[in-house]
């Protein structure tokens, strides 16, 4: 949708009913329970979520088609960041502890969108135009800064001897937050003025797009961004509940409520990215679903283990042999589909497949 088009309804109501939500939860005796009133509030509870979730991204979406890429699809990618570090820091630091959450989320963000995201947007592009193009250099800068912050978080805290298990000291925690804060604000260095053009694929239709953006409509979708985020940051300690709750109902394993908070958080921009590769717009596919991998690291990690120090709990990061293979797997594999700045339906397959393997994994372990 362009910027100047009317706002839809949904990009106001669902933000007030998030807010009148929470609000009616104050009272004693609504919120989820295990009975049909708690049933019932859940239904709603993950309607309404979903739907600010949505509004938020909208919203974020009026605000970038204003000021032009890269700094549009930076800016999703922070608001998407905003929600899943509220989601993740409120399961982890609730009354059940989850202390591998954060770990759990992060991989399966980078396993969503480098397999499942990537793929299925090549495959769209694909069987539409055959093949499609998309800048190689920025592409690179992605997978480098990716890779370096999926292993010395993910990976390298098994083989460190100061703690046992896979978790690092607070003194190692300390230094890799500041690596991997350090490396994200070079990155969007990098991506925002220095080189900006690696990362910019555009027609003039949306330059004058941009430029023709309301200075009514700008402003307005910022106060509802950030109602949108302020609402699901507010609500997560309820989803928390009804994510607990499904996972105990189904008998799933704890890596499930990583990969439902990351689906939750994922599914505005998943559905954004894959629009514009039916556009022919990979690139803008691309910086939508990288960049979202690399702010699930760069920026979760460091918020989340920051939040666990003050307050005392674990935080695990070390994946265990098994994923670690996938993730191996999953770099490898981006690396030659990204090699030559042409992409076809093999390569998405690919990745589609890696994708699947991974999840029926989670289900199967």
Sequence with gaps: ??????????????????????????????????????????????????????????????????????????????????????????????????????????????????????????????????????QVTGV?????????????????????????GPIYSAPQLAFVCVVTVVLYGVFLYTQTIRHRDYFIVETDQEEAEHASAPVQELVLSSALLLVSLGAVVLLAKKFSLVVDAGAAA?????????????????????????????????QKSLNLALGSSLATIGLTIPAVAIATYVLGKTLVLGLDGRDTVLLVMTMFVSLTTFGTGRTNIMFGLVHTLIFAVYIFLVLSP
């Design 1 to 134: 949708m362009s910027a100047h088009s009317h706002m839809p309804r949904s990009a106001w109501v669902y933000p007030t009913l998030a807010v009148l939500l929470f609000g009616s939860t104050i009272y004693p005796g609504l919120g989820f329970t295990h009975s049909l009133p708690g049933f019932v509030f859940a239904a709603v509870l993950l309607v309404i979520l979903f739907g600010t979730v949505f509004a938020a991204v909208h919203h974020a979406e009026v605000i970038a088609h204003r000021v032009g890429e890269p700094f549009g699809t930076l800016l999703l990618t922070l608001s998407v960041t905003v929600i899943e570090v509220a989601l993740i820091a409120t399961i982890m630091l609730g009354d059940k502890a989850a202390a591998s959450l954060a770990r759990d989320t992060v991989f399966a963000v980078v396993m969503i969108v480098c397999n499942g995201l990537v793929g299925i947007c090549i495959l769209a592009g694909g069987l539409r135009y055959k093949e499609q193009d998309f």
């Design 140 to 164: 690179n800068v992605y997978l480098g800064v990716l890779i370096v912050l999926a292993t010395i978080t993910l990976v390298l805290p098994n083989y460190t001897r100061a703690t046992p």
């Design 250 to 282: 189904i008998g799933a394993p704890p890596a499930f409520a990583g990969v439902v908070v990351a689906l939750l958080v994922l599914l505005p921009e998943s559905i954004a990215a894959l629009s514009a590769a039916r556009k022919n717009d990979l």
